[in-house]
Nanobody
Framework: QVDLVESGGGSVKAGGSLRLSCVVS????????VAWFRQAPGKEREGIGG????????YYDDSVKGRFTISKDAAKHTVYLQMNNLKPEDSGMYFC?????????????????????WGQGMQVAVSS
């Protein structure tokens, strides 16, 4: 079962922008925490941030603040990751994920293990 479907990845030059979309299954409450993660080769999966009922993003990685923006359109069951001023070090696999069960709130301490539903992952490649 595909719970979250991602789109919008690709290759860009440094300084460019991409917007990733995560369409959340109707079986998942869009108001629960849906977060973005990324993983570069040889590195651990890193949380970028999440968004839930209160529409105020919780960013796990302060280094992307000011460049990356998480938003959602509940009517479209979609969570977005707008990435501006991309850098080569932003390259990697990007995943959206949602919490399961009764866990609906994002916390700054969230880790991948806190999420039960995952998208398929999208490659983002940023060249110099």
């Amino acid at each position: 079962q595909v719970d979250l479907v991602e789109s919008g990845g690709g290759s860009v030059k440094a300084g460019g922008s991409l917007r990733l979309s995560c369409v959340v299954s109707s079986a998942i409450d869009i108001d629960r925490c849906v977060a973005w993660f990324r993983q570069a080769p040889g590195k651990e999966r890193e949380g970028i941030g999440g968004i839930e009922l209160h529409y105020v993003p919780t960013y796990y990685d302060d280094s992307v603040k000011g460049r990356f923006t998480i938003s959602k359109d509940a009517a479209k069951h979609t969570v977005y990751l707008q990435m501006n001023n991309l850098k080569p070090e932003d390259s990697g696999m990007y995943f959206c994920a949602a919490k399961g069960g009764e866990d609906i709130v994002c916390f700054t301490s969230d880790r991948p293990a806190d999420f039960t539903h995952w998208g398929q992952g999208m490659q983002v490649a940023v060249s110099s």
